[in-house]
């Protein structure tokens, strides 16, 4: 695989012609592990999404893109729209590091309207000739023809006394009359932590002091931090990383998850909680982005990837992709994630419903390749002796090879196992996920595959695996088996 140095990294697009950049999307398109209904880069690699927001009738999102390579390169905004979360335009690269203050990357943000125009705030970040970083809070408009005018000198330049240069993705929001922004941050003695900010126009901000989460000493940074309501409760919603793992948590390099807290006051700055909790228990999940819908819908997304992990794609020019969107509410003191209900416009035909009773293997036959969804509701009768059931997922039983969701209701624990899916990677970091359960007397398993993907909603959202997988020629196959009598149904959609 091609070795980057520092000067081809932080190549700016405009370096290369429009031939190049023609031919080197035709070599990605070429790719067996392009997705069919994810968002994924044209070329090089995507990472956080940014500037999610809907206005004047329409979702506006945008991720972090370096366009060369699947390597952390000089950083652009690529922009796409949609007016159904389901099917989404490219719109083109929107934001270029192309002034003083973002000239190494522009960084994560978000978008918030003001004065009837899309505006958004990001980092810019800056290197000196030291290679020191620098972070600048930079606001921008979005112009009816679509550019934008980034408003300079930075809104905060550099960083706060007691913090180092660890500080960027601000979220914005507006509320009574005022705007806020919460920054993720690093004290100088290394730990992370959030920055709130205020503004009375958007443009120069005041900060606040820090948001007192009840976590002193967890982890040595927090990224992509978002403050929200949902039913009246506050979530603050980040990405620590330098966790160390604990029983069946905190496994991948980085984590996201939030806490919840009943009130937060701002003249306190302080969230009172139950404790951290993981968003999503598979392999590949972080930098989450939300947004309000216009029925009042609080819509999530992330980037299906993890920050200094390598992927089987990374030889082909390409990484990564967008997890589809997914509708917060909370439950039981936890968050629930469920596909938004728009996404059943991608259901083409059901081929397969299947049920009844079940007490050994069945395979279940499809055609076609790894792009459907799958429902599957699962009973274990009381007087059974409660015995795992599996469900294999891109199978090739001849090769053993498959990716395995197991339910084990004796200790109320769903695993997931990539280790004989395809090609391997990130196997440092381990090959198997477990979520527990509180009650697993029956499960339902809403599942999305797509080519190189797979996102797993647990019970109606209660809890979800995202994960990404890189299945070979053959291994489309699925069955499922049960070591004592289950009752179950079956069904599968192939997606457009």
């Known amino acids: 695989m091609k070795e980057w140095t520092r000067e081809e990294r932080y190549k700016k697009l405009s370096d290369?012609?429009?031939?190049?950049?023609?031919?080197?999307?035709?070599?990605?398109?070429?790719?067996?592990?392009?997705?069919?209904?994810?968002?994924?880069?044209?070329?090089?690699?995507?990472?956080?999404?940014?500037?999610?927001?809907?206005?004047?009738?329409?979702?506006?999102l945008f991720y972090q893109w370096f366009p060369m390579g699947a390597v952390h390169?000089?950083?652009?905004?690529?922009?796409?729209?949609?007016?159904?979360?389901?099917?989404?335009?490219?719109?083109?690269?929107?934001?270029?590091?192309?002034?003083?203050?973002?000239?190494?990357?522009?960084?994560?943000?978000?978008?918030?309207?003001?004065?009837?125009?899309?505006?958004?705030?990001?980092?810019?970040n800056v290197r000196t000739e030291e290679w020191e970083r620098v972070p600048n809070q930079i606001v921008a408009r979005m112009e009816a023809d679509g550019s934008f005018?980034?408003?300079?000198?930075?809104?905060?330049?550099?960083?706060?006394?007691?913090?180092?240069?660890?500080?960027?993705?601000?979220k914005v929001w507006k509320q009574h009359g005022l705007y806020y922004a919460v920054i993720g941050a690093q004290r100088t003695d290394e730990t992370g932590t959030i920055l709130l900010y205020r503004s009375k126009d958007a443009l120069e901000w005041e900060l606040m002091g820090e948001i007192d989460a009840g976590l002193p000493d967890f982890g040595f940074m927090w990224e992509c931090p978002d403050l929200f309501e949902i039913d009246g409760k506050t979530v603050l919603l980040f990405s620590p990383q330098g966790i160390e793992p604990e029983g069946d948590r905190y496994h991948n390099i980085f984590q996201t998850g939030y806490v919840i807290a009943d009130d937060f006051r701002m003249d306190e700055l302080k969230l009172e909680h139950n404790g951290f909790q993981e968003l999503d228990a598979g392999f590949d999940?972080?930098?989450?982005?939300?947004?309000?819908?216009?029925?009042?819908?609080?819509?999530?997304?992330?980037?299906?990837?993890?920050?200094?992990?390598?992927?089987?794609?990374?030889?082909?020019?390409w990484a990564h992709c967008l997890t589809l969107p997914r509708e917060l509410a909370i439950k039981d003191g936890k968050l629930i994630q469920k596909p938004v209900r728009e996404l059943v416009a991608l259901r083409k035909e059901k081929t397969v419903y299947d049920a009844g009773l079940l007490s050994s293997e069945k395979t279940i036959e499809r055609n076609g390749g790894n792009c459907y969804e799958l429902q599957l509701d699962v009973a274990f009768p009381t007087?059974?002796?409660?015995?795992?059931?599996?469900?294999?997922?891109?199978?090739d039983a001849a090769n053993d090879k498959r990716f395995r969701i197991t339910l084990d209701p004796s200790v109320k624990k769903?695993?997931?196992?990539?280790?004989?899916?395809?090609?391997?990677?990130?196997?440092?970091?381990?090959?198997?996920?477990?979520?527990?359960v509180e009650q697993m007397d029956a499960v339902k398993l809403?599942?999305?595959?797509?080519?190189?993907?797979?996102?797993?909603?647990?019970?109606?959202?209660?809890?979800?695996?995202?994960?990404?997988?890189?299945?070979?020629a053959g291994e489309t196959g699925l069955s499922l088996a049960a070591g004592s009598t289950i009752d179950y149904s079956l069904e599968i959609w192939e997606l457009a």
């Open 16 to 60: 290369y012609s429009d031939d190049y950049m023609e031919e080197l999307a035709k070599r990605v398109a070429q790719s067996p592990f392009r997705q069919h209904y994810h968002i994924q880069p044209n070329t090089g690699l995507l990472n956080d999404p940014n500037g999610f927001t809907y206005f004047d009738g329409k979702w506006h």
């Open 73 to 124: 390169g000089l950083k652009h905004w690529f922009y796409l729209t949609s007016t159904d979360l389901v099917n989404w335009n490219e719109e083109g690269v929107a934001l270029l590091p192309d002034t003083e203050y973002d000239s190494h990357g522009v960084y994560s943000g978000s978008g918030f309207v003001k004065d009837g125009q899309l505006h958004i705030m990001y980092t810019g």
């Open 149 to 170: 005018t980034k408003f300079l000198p930075p809104a905060i330049a550099g960083k706060p006394d007691g913090y180092t240069d660890h500080v960027r993705d601000p």
């Open 285 to 317: 999940f972080y930098a989450t982005q939300t947004a309000e819908s216009p029925d009042g819908r609080r819509i999530l997304t992330a980037w299906m990837g993890l920050p200094d992990v390598a992927y089987p794609t990374d030889s082909e020019d």
């Open 383 to 395: 007087s059974a002796d409660h015995a795992p059931v599996t469900l294999e997922l891109c199978e």
């Open 414 to 436: 769903i695993t997931i196992d990539r280790s004989r899916c395809g090609i391997p990677f990130a196997e440092d970091f381990g090959t198997t996920r477990t979520l527990t």
């Open 446 to 472: 809403q599942i999305f595959v797509d080519t190189s993907s797979i996102e797993i909603f647990v019970n109606d959202g209660e809890g979800t695996f995202t994960s990404r997988v890189f299945p070979q």
